[in-house]
């Protein structure tokens, strides 16, 4: 035996001896060294989509048709870095349980295929149609690889979905004037009996019609001077949203990176009229659709059975998202939330809710608790350390000024604060395990004033490496990655004052 070998096996044998003496509270944080210590599978969520391998980002060509919730997303299927994008797939029939399926787009002679939209092209207004299914059809950008040349070109399904065909005439538009010209959302507008193609191009949205989405004209642009403007803009979506009354107004989202309100990634919307070529809106300040750093480039599902905003995002941030710690994949999508227009204090806002299908995921009942009192401490609990639960507690803030809802172990923990004080919640990471590598994306902060009952509702999702907080049923979101070292049992909410303060809690499991 050499003497390498020898080196090998004693250091192998002296890695064993030092876990075989480490209990969960052992583990330090100080140091992302130590994540080898913690596999994919413990990260891995199981009510999120995520690729089997290798590495995902933008959601893309989000439709539903035949009974299927179709995702494709942007993937490189050779490494679990960003690479040359196809269009993965999978499908769904429940929002909760997803079936991966083969690539369905492959780049070409044009180049990668970047991010993009599929409509159902119900009237054949595109003349694809071979069959007895309604076309399906992808608008995608084409992004040459050699010049970062950017053009928008068209693919059909005639079979659900499952195969597709590129159109011979790509792509079907050019902007010589554009380095960034992408992501391409397309809708049918009633008024006008048009394809309306909403388009990111460098810090505008730019607007295209068309009768057939072959052949597309300017209408306008929309950006100058509005919104937030601290990067990129990507990934727009264009829609009407109805308020509790059914009353109507049209929304566009604009991701952008960077510039989101905690660093790197962020989404904003715009709430305004739209009459099939041109968009306006009066809105004075940038509103946030999440106010974590882990929910980019998100869009809503085309063709949507029950007429509901549905939406979905990247769970992510290009801050550290080639860098967290998984290994033979990368990155997961949030969960499905419906989206809804809502007057507070008279301004307009876009709040985020879980949709009716979470039901397929919540199990049993781990606590139910009404009128829990000063304090609530569920200690070396199997359901928190598995890191799958949702969690529902109301606080009432009419006779204290801070509390705060603690997740972790003896050493470490993820750590949520609101101050009414200050109109502040803040997500606090930093001491839960992995150190992201944007320090400011280790505390995350979120304005949020109470309301006159000065109780502040939170639903949490949990689900391994993800946190998803909801308050006062989706007026603010919270998105946020978490990668602890080791088992998080224990869960504590405490307040500035011992007194009676938790009007209730209730978490549950999640099983399939």
């Keep these: 035996m050499n003497m390498i070998k020898v080196i090998r096996i004693l250091l192998l044998a002296s890695i064993i001896i030092l876990f075989q003496n480490c209990n969960e509270d052992d583990i330090s944080s100080n140091s992302n060294a130590e994540l080898v210590t913690v596999g994919d599978n413990e990260y891995r969520?199981?009510?999120?989509?995520?690729?089997?391998?290798?590495?995902?980002?933008?959601?893309?060509?989000?439709?539903?048709?035949?009974?299927?919730?179709?995702?494709?997303?942007?993937?490189?299927?050779?490494?679990?870095?960003?690479?040359?994008?196809?269009?993965?797939?999978?499908?769904?029939?429940?929002?909760?349980?997803?079936?991966?399926?083969?690539?369905?787009?492959?780049?070409?002679?044009?180049?990668?295929?970047?991010?993009?939209?599929?409509?159902?092209?119900?009237?054949?207004?595109?003349?694809f149609k071979s069959g007895s299914e309604s076309p399906l059809v992808a608008v995608f950008t084409h992004q040459n690889p050699e010049n970062n040349k950017q053009t928008q070109s068209l693919a059909y399904s005639n079979d659900k979905g499952r195969t597709w065909t590129k159109y011979e005439n790509n792509p079907v538009l050019v902007n010589n004037d554009k380095a960034d010209f992408r992501d391409p959302k397309v809708s049918w507008h009633e008024g006008t009996q048009k394809w309306v193609m909403v388009l990111a191009a460098g810090d505008e949205i730019m607007f295209y019609t068309s009768s057939n989405l072959k052949n597309w004209v300017y209408k306008n642009s929309f950006g100058k001077n509005v919104g937030a403007h601290g990067g990129v803009w990507e990934c727009p979506d264009l829609f009407k949203i109805k308020d509790a009354n059914g009353q109507e107004t049209w929304a566009l989202l604009v991701s952008i990176n960077p510039g989101g309100p905690n660093g790197g990634s962020g989404t904003q919307y715009f709430l305004g009229d739209f009459d099939g070529e041109t968009f306006t809106s009066s809105q004075a300040e940038t509103l946030w659709l999440d106010y974590g750093t882990d929910n980019y480039a998100g869009v809503t599902w085309s063709n949507e059975p029950n007429n509901r905003n549905l939406f979905m995002g990247w769970m992510s941030n290009w801050s550290y998202a080639q860098n967290v710690p998984t290994y033979s994949y990368r990155s997961a999508?949030?969960?499905?939330?419906?989206?809804?227009?809502?007057?507070?204090?008279?301004k307009s806002i876009i709040v985020s809710k879980l949709p009716t299908e979470m039901i397929y995921a919540i199990g049993g009942k781990v606590v139910e608790n009404n009128n829990a009192g000063s304090r609530f401490e569920l200690l070396n609990d199997e359901t928190l350390g598995e890191g799958k639960f949702y969690l529902e507690?109301?606080?009432?803030?009419?006779?204290?000024?801070?509390a705060k809802i603690?997740?972790?172990?003896?050493?470490?923990?993820?750590?949520?604060?609101?101050?009414?004080?200050?109109?502040?919640?803040?997500l606090n990471r930093a001491e839960s395990g992995y150190k992201f590598n944007n320090l400011n994306s280790n505390i995350l902060k979120?304005?949020?004033?109470?309301?006159?009952?000065?109780?502040?509702?939170?639903?949490?999702?949990?689900?391994k490496s993800s946190m998803e907080i909801f308050l006062n049923d989706g007026e603010r979101v919270i998105t946020a990655l978490v990668f602890p070292l080791a088992p998080f049992k224990n869960l504590e909410i405490t307040a500035n004052e011992e007194i009676q303060f938790i009007e209730q809690i209730k978490i549950n499991k999640l099983s399939k």
């Design 45 to 127: 969520p199981e009510f999120h989509f995520t690729p089997r391998n290798n590495w995902m980002n933008d959601p893309n060509g989000m439709v539903y048709y035949a009974g299927e919730y179709h995702l494709f997303y942007q993937y490189n299927p050779n490494e679990s870095v960003w690479g040359p994008m196809h269009w993965g797939h999978a499908i769904s029939k429940d929002l909760v349980n997803w079936e991966e399926l083969p690539i369905a787009l492959y780049p070409d002679n044009l180049g990668n295929i970047f991010s993009g939209s599929i409509v159902v092209d119900n009237n054949n207004t595109s003349g």
């Design 446 to 463: 979120c304005p949020y004033v109470l309301p006159d009952s000065n109780q502040l509702k939170i639903n949490m999702l949990v689900d």
């Design 333 to 346: 999508m949030t969960f499905p939330r419906t989206l809804h227009w809502q007057k507070n204090n008279g």
């Design 393 to 402: 507690t109301t606080i009432d803030f009419s006779a204290i000024n801070e």
């Design 406 to 426: 603690e997740w972790g172990n003896k050493s470490s923990s993820v750590v949520i604060k609101y101050n009414k004080i200050k109109g502040e919640l803040i």
